[in-house]
T-cell receptor, first 111, second 115 residues
Framework: GEDVEQSLFLSVREGDSSVINCTYTDSSSTYLYWYKQEPGAGLQLLTYIFSNMDMKQDQRLTVLLNKKDKHLSLRIADTQTGDSAIYFC???????????FGKGTRLSVIA | GAGVSQSPRYKVTKRGQDVALRCDPISGHVSLYWYRQALGQGPEFLTYFNYEAQQDKSGLPNDRFSAERPEGSISTLTIQRTEQRDSAMYRC?????????????FGAGSRLTVL
C-alpha cells in the first residue's frame, strides 16, 4: 500500500535555508508533489517532480528525489516569515490516480 | 470558474442530521476529487470522478457517505445521519485529467462541525 511519512515540525531562522523531508513506500510512484497550506486557506501546489528526475529547481525552491531510498526533500532558500505554513508531500501511483498525502510538516520561521 | 469553489464554507449541524457539501470545479476539468482532512492530519482520499463516472469510492468511510457528479461538473458529497466523528474539513479538488502530472487544484474547503 501507499504511505507517505513526514516529520511534523521544523523551526528555522529568517534568512536560513529550510529542508523538509518526506519518505514514501510506493516504488511505482510516477510523480511526487509539494503542497503548501497557510492558515485558513486551501492547499496550494508549490512544485512537483517526475520520478525519473533527481532534482528540480524553481526560484527559491529545490526538490531532491532519491528514488532508491524513496526519499523526497524540499529546500527553501532564504526562508522568509511568509513561508511559515504546513507543507505536504504527496505521491501519485501510475495511471493518473488520486494523490496520497503525508501528514504535513509545520514550518515556523523565527524573525 | 476561475478556481474551485466549495459551499458552504462552514456548516454546523446536530448529530443525526444529513448534510450536503457542494463543489464547483474549474471549468473544463475532467477529474474531481473529494478529500477529508482532520485537524493535524493530511488530506485523506474519499472518492473521485472522471466526468460523471465515479472511478473510485474506496476512501468513503461507510455507507453514510455518498457522492455524485451527475452532469460531469458540480459534485455533491452527502453525509447521512451525521456523527461527531464526521467533523472535519472536507476538501474538493479538480484536475484537467490529461496524461502526465496530475495537478490537483484545491478549493478552500468546507468545515463541518457535528454537535
Amino acid at each position: 500500500g501507499e504511505d507517505v511519512e513526514q516529520s511534523l515540525f521544523l523551526s528555522v531562522r529568517e534568512g536560513d535555508s529550510s529542508v523538509i523531508n518526506c519518505t514514501y513506500t510506493d516504488s511505482s510512484s510516477t510523480y511526487l508533489y509539494w503542497y503548501k497550506q497557510e492558515p485558513g486557506a486551501g492547499l496550494q501546489l508549490l512544485t512537483y517532480i517526475f520520478s525519473n528526475m533527481d532534482m528540480k529547481q524553481d526560484q527559491r525552491l529545490t526538490v531532491l528525489l532519491n528514488k532508491k531510498d524513496k526519499h523526497l526533500s524540499l529546500r527553501i532558500a532564504d526562508t522568509q516569515t511568509g513561508d511559515s505554513a504546513i507543507y505536504f508531500c504527496a505521491e501519485m501511483a501510475p495511471g493518473n490516480t488520486p494523490l496520497v498525502f503525508g501528514k504535513g510538516t509545520r514550518l515556523s520561521v523565527i524573525a | 470558474g476561475a478556481g474551485v469553489s466549495q459551499s458552504p464554507r462552514y456548516k454546523v449541524t446536530k448529530r443525526g442530521q444529513d448534510v450536503a457539501l457542494r463543489c464547483d470545479p474549474i471549468s473544463g476539468h475532467v477529474s474531481l476529487y473529494w478529500y477529508r482532512q482532520a485537524l493535524g492530519q493530511g488530506p485523506e482520499f474519499l472518492t473521485y470522478f472522471n466526468y460523471e463516472a465515479q472511478q473510485d469510492k474506496s476512501g468513503l468511510p461507510n455507507d453514510r457517505f455518498s457522492a455524485e457528479r451527475p452532469e460531469g461538473s458540480i459534485s455533491t458529497l452527502t453525509i447521512q445521519r451525521t456523527e461527531q466523528r464526521d467533523s472535519a474539513m472536507y476538501r474538493c479538488a479538480s484536475s484537467p485529467g490529461t496524461a502526465g502530472a496530475n495537478v490537483l487544484t484545491f478549493g478552500a474547503g468546507s468545515r463541518l462541525t457535528v454537535l
